[in-house]
Structure formats: C-alpha cells, structure tokens
C-alpha cells in the first residue's frame, strides 16, 4: 500500500516564553476514532544558522515515523518563524521542547512520547529526555547531535532506547568526537553511522529514512 502523507495541521503551543508554532500530522485521522498509542516530537537545527522545523532531516525523520503510524509534532523554537521569544543557547530551548512533550501528552492522552532531534536539535533532545517527567519515552531518535558544540559536561546517557545516528563525512559536527562520546556511555546508545554521508544529508536522505526505521522497529 502506497503512503498518503497526511495533511499538515499548523497549531499553536504555549511555551514558556511565548506561543511555539508547530506543525501536526497525524497519520491515524481522527484520533478519537483511533487514538494513537505513541507520539514524536521531532526538533530542529541551530536557529542562528537558519534551522527551522521545515529542515529537510527534521522533515525526513518526522515522516518516517508517521510511515510507522505514529503522529508527529515538529515546531519552531522561541524566536524562529512566528514562535515567539528569543535564541537561549540550548537551555530555554529545552523548556520548549518540554512544554511541547507536555501538550502533545494531552493530545493524545495516554500515548507514549517519542523524541528526536537533528544537529542542535540533537543535543537538545538529549537534555530534554533527562528532564521529561511524564509518560516515559518510549524512544530517542538523535541525528549528529551537536554535543561538542554546546558542551557534554551536564549530557549524561538516557536509560530510554537510544538510537544515535552519525554520518562519517559530517563537515559540522565531528564524528570520531560523537563516536568516541556516545561508545562511552553507559548505556551506549544503538549508534549507526553512515558511511560518506555530511551532516545535512545531502542525496542521502533515504539511508536516514531506512536507519531509523531499522533502529526504531523490532527485528
């Protein structure tokens, strides 16, 4: 059966420092016929280098899970787009992360949250998965989080399933730096890395697509 994306639904969020706009697509319809029983939270690049939620990658993640028949949220952090506020350096954009786990929870009452992130959106799910205190994750999904940019002295590792996903030719992000981090933590995330690939993926998009669904789905 060939998939019909659905259609994109855009919304408002509370954060903290202001409305958040996000982007819904739910592969399941209407949910109070068919109420999901997982969620993602998919979160973006680096603001200040022009990462939005409609980021390729972030875009690329968010459709794979809604192929899994899991609906998705992506929105812009406090000062991208119409969200409001302002760049806080990894740390107000947790707190958004957060209130947006927290309204998704409500949306779908009682699903389990996924989350993933792409570059700076990376290293913010990590520390957001170490502050959520509702349902427990159910997956972490992290694209050459942007760890070493931003500082791994207070990023230890989840006791979620982590997937870590890491391309070899990554021009931004230092691989044998992310590689070295993550194989010594314990637990160790599921670390794939992808052999050629640069750090926006470019005309790879389908090995990220198929490195997730194989990290996220039993074999």
Do not use: C
Request: proline share 9%.
């Amino acid at each position: 059966m060939v998939f019909r994306p659905p259609a994109p639904q855009s919304v408002f969020i509370p954060g903290p420092a202001g409305k958040l706009e996000a982007i819904v697509e739910d592969p399941l319809g209407d949910s109070s016929a068919n109420p999901a029983d997982r969620f993602g939270v998919v979160l973006h690049p680096n603001p200040q280098q022009g990462g939005t939620m409609s980021n390729k990658v972030v875009h690329t993640v968010a459709r794979t899970l809604q192929e899994l028949g899991i609906p998705t949220v992506r929105f812009n952090f406090r000062g991208v787009g119409k969200s409001e506020g302002s760049f806080a350096e990894g740390e107000g954009e947790t707190d958004d992360a957060l209130a947006v786990l927290d309204w998704a929870q409500q949306r779908w009452p009682g699903a389990t949250p996924w989350l993933g992130g792409f570059s700076f959106g990376g290293y913010v799910a990590l520390r957001a998965a170490q502050r959520h205190q509702g349902n427990p994750l159910g997956h972490l999904i992290t694209v050459s989080p942007a760890v070493h940019r931003f500082g791994v002295e207070n990023v230890s590792a989840p006791t979620v399933p982590w997937l870590l996903i890491q391309g070899s030719a990554d021009e931004v992000v230092d691989p044998a730096a992310v590689m070295a981090w993550s194989r010594a933590l314990r637990p160790a995330p599921r670390l794939v890395v992808l052999e050629g690939v640069d750090h926006f993926f470019h005309g790879r998009l389908q090995d990220l697509k198929d490195a997730v669904r194989a990290g996220v789905v039993p074999q």
